[in-house]
């Protein structure tokens, strides 16, 4: 069995920014703007726990730090998911 070359049929998320007003994301070559509004969770984080950001299954993004979970399908089609986080 041999392996992949590194860096090869791998996928990525990426945090590109983070301003006052929320988190940008790059997933697979799609980028995703998530408000703070909607998405509270990286308001108060430090900065290193919202760049610790992993793609697992290709579409479940994960930050382990902040144990938040999202798919993909949420970001890019929120009315299908009506449930909101309540403080």
Do not use: C
Request: net charge negative; aromatic share 10%; hydrophobic share 40%.
């Amino acid at each position: 069995m041999k392996s992949q070359e590194l860096g090869t049929g791998t996928s990525a998320a990426e945090v590109v920014n983070i301003s006052v007003n929320g988190v940008w994301l790059h997933v697979n070559g799609q980028e995703y703007f998530l408000p703070h509004t909607e998405y509270p969770w990286f308001r108060d984080a430090t900065l290193g726990a919202v760049l610790n950001v992993q793609l697992l299954h290709e579409t479940h993004l994960h930050w382990p730090d902040l144990d938040v979970d999202l798919d993909v399908d949420s970001l890019e089609n929120p009315e299908a998911y009506p449930l909101t986080y309540r403080p």
